[in-house]
DNA sequence: TTGTAAGCGTTATCAT
DNA sequence: ATGATAACGCTTACAA
């Protein structure tokens, strides 16, 4: 890299072109405001000139930077990194920009991130986690406009892009439940998220319309990695009385588990049925197929880009909650093809 | 959202601090050459005035934004998910933010980013694709500091960290080979892209040292997708003399064609031996385990934007290729495993 | 329709 | 060590 050229700014343009900055503002800006001839004139003479419109001075003098934060808890994690390419192609399209702020699960750095929105480097923010404390959203959502994806919280009224938790959580219990399984395991998310009770909701009301209890012991947390399905799934392997299928919150969790009954020498789905969540791309890849809830992920990202640009353009905007519908994808590993093949 | 506070400014902490602006500047840029007492009554007075300085102001003044552009083939897709991770790592460390351009392989798209570079939106770009052409590359390394990661160019004298293809590729065919393989196909990425080139090229000097000549029928091009590899896989089992081993130049397009083998009941690794790159998350847990070569995707983000660093500081800094270790992952799919077991 | 000119809030130079 | 003040390049009243 050599040194930088000096830049070429608006008043030689406007001086080639023998008009104002005003009038070459206008052009960049709101060209119906010239008239065609003036307007020509100034184009060409920033072709000439190649001119390139100083970004940092027009941020500043209008207070805007056509960009927005998100802050991802995970970027590596497909469903993130999915959600987030569907913010960037909406926000491409309106002129928007997209500034990543990656906290891999870091909440403290969440927090850092904060800051960025606090000194109006960006217009609005997409939160796609939800660790934020309740007072600080609340204090950020009175000066910013903020949109919440995937996650959702009680007791904040935001403008928040999901799916129903509880719904899916209920439809993929039941899909087990209806095949004739009873002792029905669940391995959740975090419970510190509004999303992984939800999901353990949805699975214990389908429980209880099997008139089935509430049984401890088929339930346990984990953290939505591969590595936590399968030390859980070898936990309820040492069950005397073990599941006959399991209901897991996340796809890896699934895959985890269905490795470690393998692992024990049991037949997935024969011996254990198992439905997953989220649909990532190696579901259908891993074998057995995984029969699990899609979610829409690349369009929660579109839609919550979407709605943060509502609010950015109109402050007054009130919140809103979107409700993205999701589908069961039946594959293998829940068995049900398996036995409307041999019936 | 409610309407936004009036700012504090700088003026506003000076004028309570009964100092300057110079000084209430000083204090946040440089403590050091303030004397403490000042020094004191000026943080107090921001503390107290929860003062935030407006950083598009900072940015305008300075032209500089503390910022840079990374450039992404895509972002949904874990190898370069994974360096964009380690990429914001290495500059959230170094107080420094990330843009995210997201061009789904859309040269177009990518085209249009480097106006942000061009208009000053960003201090630097980091690019994770090669398609940009030489010319435009060579005018804006003579302004921009740029740093091109993962792939690498013929001709364009810039800074890049990549790995040794040519030699993993090589090293990829050759445990193959030494297996005992004499009929090895391989499924190269695209080859508009060098890095395809490169690994094909350390494909075909290994078959040459093994005295095996380029043979077309065992080549074939596709485009790093599980889609493309089953594609070109079913391609290779209609020879009638078809290939005992595969070196496929990405895991996706690995386990794409050990499905294919799967699919017309061919064993896999007793049939036909995989060797596959990269080494994504998915690999150690598809079935058979995928041998394949790490790429250090995370560690290529960290030093990418460490050399992305050195070039913002000092402009006459020259541009360096820095080659990382790679690393053979040894598992079921290439089938040394099995045979060392049945010894 | 176009021009004039006053900011936007910070930084950095030059005095003191 | 601190203060006064002129930029930085653009946008936008307001005037013509």
Known sequence: MLGAK?????????????????????????????????????LESIEQLNYQPNVLARHFRRSKTNTILVIVPNIANTIFSQMVQGIEATASQNNYRVLLGNSNRNV?????????????????MILLSGKIDRDTLQELLEQYPIVLASEYLKDVEMSTVCINNIKCGKEATKHLLAQGHRRVAHISGPMNSMLSVDRQGGYLE?????????????????????????????????????????????DEMAMGAIKAAKAEGIAVPEELAVVGFDDIRFSSIFEPGITTVAQPAVEMGNTSMELLLKHIKDPAFKPELIMLESEMIIRESCGLKVKEETR
């Open 206 to 250: 389908a429980m209880n319309e099997y008139g089935l209890k509430r049984d401890n012991r088929l339930i346990l947390e984990g953290d939505f990695s591969f590595e936590s399905g399968y030390e859980r799934m070898k936990g309820f392997l040492r069950l005397k009385d073990r599941p006959t299928a399991l209901f897991a919150a996340s």
């Open 6 to 42: 000096t830049m070429v700014k608006m008043i030689d343009v406007a001086k080639l072109a023998n008009v104002s900055t005003a009038t070459v503002s206008r052009v960049l800006r709101n060209p119906d405001s010239v008239k065609k001839k003036t307007r020509d004139k100034v």
């Open 108 to 124: 403290e750095k969440e927090y850092d991130f904060l800051n960025i929105l606090r000194q109006r480097q960006v217009d609005g």
